[in-house]
């Protein structure tokens, strides 16, 4: 039966992705009573075999049960490539297997922020416990009370550690500053913010600053409390 919903979940996103030429074939065989529910289902077999080949195998990974997100960039894609403007739906899921099975990222500077606060702030945390840090980062980066950036949410003052603890940021556990980099590009590309209710605070448990007095606790997640101010 999970092989029968995997099937149909890939089959679904690839009816997505060929969008108005999938209608186009509809339209054209019921103008055509010759045509067999057999030679139909061929038509229809034969196109996903098509447009499966045009998908990316990390999006092919990406299939699986978890979150909807929509890629941004989607629009601008489809309008370079002469297509039509079809949101494509990807699938992440928080945990390890899924992050190992995409492919390594990089990117600009933000990415990079963005990246190396995960590392610093979040690498001993569990994928769903990064995925929430890069929420908060995020969420401050479109506050109006915070800098219009992530290089400048991250570097502002001392409000992450690492800014100021007058150690190097240099990553020295490859595999972690892979699997951050990973997640800062899915969330740079639109991944939802889905585990915090839109909190631009958090701390460790072992600690409670004075803020945590005054803001609203969203949700707990590992060694971090996080909140909305």
């Known amino acids: ?16 992705l060929s969008g108005a030429a999938f209608a186009d074939v509809t339209v054209s065989q019921s103008n055509d009573p010759a045509i067999t529910l057999g030679g139909q289902m061929t038509s229809l077999l034969g196109m996903e075999r098509t447009a499966m080949g045009q998908v990316a195998p990390a999006r092919l990974a990406a299939l699986a ?3 909807q997100i929509k890629r941004p960039s989607a629009k601008r894609e489809a309008k370079k490539a002469g297509l039509p403007e079809i949101s494509t739906p990807n699938l992440i899921r928080y945990d390890n297997s899924f992050l190992d099975a995409l492919p390594a990222t990089s990117g600009d500077e933000q990415w990079q922020c963005l990246t190396t606060a995960l590392y610093h702030e979040a690498r001993g945390e569990s994928v769903r ?6 929420e908060v980062i995020l969420n401050r980066a479109d506050s109006p009370a915070y800098p219009r950036s992530i290089c400048g949410v991250v570097n502002q003052g001392c409000q992450f550690s690492y800014t100021c603890d007058g150690k190097s940021d ?13 997640i800062a590009r899915l969330m740079l590309d639109g991944a939802p913010r889905a585990l915090t209710a839109g909190a631009t605070h958090f701390h460790t448990v072992n600690i409670r600053p004075s803020w945590s007095r005054r803001f609203e606790r969203t949700a707990a997640i590992g060694a971090h409390l996080f909140y909305r101010q």
Do not use: H, S
């Open 129 to 134: 416990g990064q995925f929430a840090v890069a």
């Open 1 to 16: 039966m999970r092989l029968l919903q995997g099937w149909t979940t890939a089959l679904a996103a690839t009816v997505a």
């Open 65 to 67: 049960d978890g979150v």
């Open 170 to 182: 240099r990553a020295k556990e490859k595999g972690a500053w892979i699997r951050a980099g990973k």
